[in-house]
Structure formats: C-alpha cells, structure tokens
C-alpha cells in the first residue's frame, strides 16, 4: 500500500475538497497519537451551515438531502428552497451520500467516516471510522493464509501507523443491506447487513498500485469502479472481484454515471468524458465542448443526463451521454466550482458547491448547443 506523505496532501477529488492529515489512532493493540476530535465531536449547529461549503446532494424519497463541510447536513422538503440542518455525530467534511429509499442513506467523508439515517436524513450516527477501519484491516490481516497475508499485515498496519487520515469519496448501495465505500489508495469495504457490520474488500479490487478509488456504479448485472490514473474495473461476480478494464485515457476518472439503458459514462479530468454502450468493453470520447473538471453528475427522471463542473458549468445529456448540451440562462449560479448535482420533485436541478446549494429551473430555452 501507498503511505501518505506526512505533511500536507491535496486529493482532486471531484467535490475539489482538500484531505485534511489527521493524526494516529489506536487499533487492534496496536499504540498510537490521539484521536481526532472531529471523530467525536458534533457538526456545529448554526445559521451560518446553509452557506457551507457542500460536496453531495441527494433524493431521498421527496426530500432532497446534502452533505459538506465540517459535518454539516442540509434536508429541504419544498425542492431545495428552504434547507434545515441535520444532526450529525461528527465534524469532518462529507464527500458523498446516497439513499436507497425515502428513509434509509449513507453518508461518508474524511477520516474515515461513515454515516447512517434511518429518517430521510434528519439524525445521522456514525457507523465507522478510520480507527475502526484499521482494526479491521488488521484482523482481516491476522485471519489469511497463503503468500497474500504478509503484504495484507503490512498494509493493515500502515493503516494503524498513518491513523485515520484516509477519506472515503463514493458508496454504492443497491439495497438497504449491501453496499460498499470506498476511497483513497484503494479503501474499499463491504456490507451485507445496513453497515452492522464491514469488511475489507480492496484485496478483490485489481488496484496493485494502491490508487484512489473515486466512484462506483452498477447496471446489467455488473459493479464498475473508476479511479486516478485512467483507472476502470468491472465486476462480474456481484462484488467478488474487480478486474481491470482497458481504458482509452490516462487521466483521473472522479465519476461514473450508470443511465437505466445500461450505458455507461466516466468523466473527470479537463472535460474528459467517455461512453459506452457494451459493459466498458469499448469506449467513445464524448465531446463535452469545455475544459473545466468534471465533478459530478446524475439521471433526471425522463433519462436526461446532467454533469457539472468545478467551472461552474451545467450539462445536459438527451441521447443518453453520447453528447452534452450546456444549459445557460439567469437561473444557473455565478461559475463557481460544482460538486454535485441531483433532481429536485419539482423537476429543478440543485446543484451542490463551495457556495452552499443552488436550484437551476430547467427550461427547454435555456438549452444551448456546443
């Protein structure tokens, strides 16, 4: 496994968030520095949350939920025009969440964390951390037998050694009970059970370089994983395994769109985006006509396909991800960096940035061709 570099280490990581080090925990036995405070201490409760920075946002039934800065959750009920804050056990930032239902989501983000509501969003509690994810990394370790377990104790106690500094920046869930995260130098663990309980996975991931994972999606029956580096794997034996895909760049993927017509989108670095229509057996480059990085993207509920960009940009997808149209108009925000973006009931866009959150109307004449 990769080590961190001991001081500062900046992670392009579609939400353009900055990985914060943290210090050491302890493990398994093993000793280490304290634990961070933002592990156990609540995300602030205050006015100022609504123009936090935030790096998610996400459906959960009608209710549309965001996630950010220092711990901070944001629901609204009326499409994204009022917000209230959530309660939440930490205050790390946040990088991603999703929800399988109206009531059941995830949240993850620094250090290691990883959050679960039972109601649509309103209280979180925390069911993992970096501290726990070495301390199981270690037992996982102890457990294995054959030339894989001397690499697997070495990378488990790097893990005890470097703390809980390592982020997590996607999850996928495709019922409430099984799902993954995933994260920096190859985190990855799985659960069968709602999160009770977590198992490494990184050593079924094809990743011998340790590089970050940054998005994960599933459609026709197979899991995809996208990565730095040019990074594709495809799991075909739901979850046992991920082998490599042959990639046509070389650049960061920070995303993947799976539509509902099983295609498939990876995007990220400088405007890239590439398509697929055979399970990422063969890709075509998809001409995005900008140069900004690609953030974050979702399916609207009629199949369009939206991106957004760390330049402020709105895309548009109407053939399913074989071209983009950028959407313009006085409803869209000041070009600031993007996030993410999801679909409110009303059929608007709410886009997720470093200025807080923002609804874009959606409206045909607003549509302009690259």
């Known amino acids: 496994m990769a080590r961190l570099n001991p001081g500062a280490l900046s992670v392009m990581f579609g939400a353009c968030a900055t990985l914060v080090l943290a210090t050491t925990a302890v493990a398994e036995g093993v000793t280490a520095a304290a634990v961070p405070v933002a592990l156990s201490q609540p995300a602030l409760l205050t006015p100022k949350a609504l123009g936090a920075a935030m790096l998610a946002v996400a459906s959960a039934g009608k209710r549309l939920v965001a996630a950010g800065e220092r711990g901070t959750i944001l629901y609204s009920d009326d499409a994204g025009r009022n917000w209230l804050q959530a309660r939440v056990p930490v205050s790390v930032s946040l990088t991603a969440l999703k929800f399988v239902d109206d009531k059941q989501g995830w949240a993850v983000g620094h250090q290691g964390v990883v959050l679960h509501s039972a109601d649509g969003g309103v209280t979180w509690s925390k069911q993992l951390d970096g501290i726990h994810v070495a301390a199981l990394a270690v037992r996982a370790a102890a457990a294995m037998t054959g030339p894989e377990q001397q690499r697997a104790q070495a990378d488990a106690q790097h893990l005890v050694d ?204 607003s549509v302009r061709q690259q």
């Not at 960096?337 to 807080?356: E, I, S």
């Open 162 to 365: 470097d703390g809980p500094d390592k982020p997590f920046l996607d999850l996928y869930f495709d019922s409430a009970s099984s799902g993954y995260v995933l994260g920096a130098y190859n985190l990855m663990l799985r659960t069968t059970d709602g999160g009770a309980t977590w198992q490494p996975w990184q050593s079924r991931v094809a990743n011998p370089k340790g590089l970050h994972l940054y998005g994960m999606q599933g459609t026709g029956g197979a899991l995809y994983l996208a990565g730095e580096q040019g990074l594709l794997l495809r799991s075909t034996d739901q979850g046992a395994s991920f082998v490599t895909l042959a990639t046509p760049y070389k650049g960061s993927y920070f995303g993947l769109l799976a539509t509902r017509s099983g295609a498939l989108l990876a995007y990220g670095l400088r405007g890239n985006a590439w398509w697929s229509g055979d399970q990422g057996i063969s890709w075509n480059k998809v001409d995005t006509g900008i140069q900004a990085s690609l953030a974050g993207g979702a399916e609207l509920a009629d199949g369009t396909l939206v991106l957004v960009s760390q330049g402020g940009d709105v895309l548009l997808s109407r053939d399913q991800g074989r071209s983009f149209v950028a959407q313009t108009g006085g409803s869209l925000p000041p070009a600031l960096p993007l996030a993410a973006v999801a679909q409110a009931n009303d059929g608007a866009l709410v886009v997720a940035g470093l200025r807080g959150l923002r609804r874009v109307a959606m409206a045909t004449s």
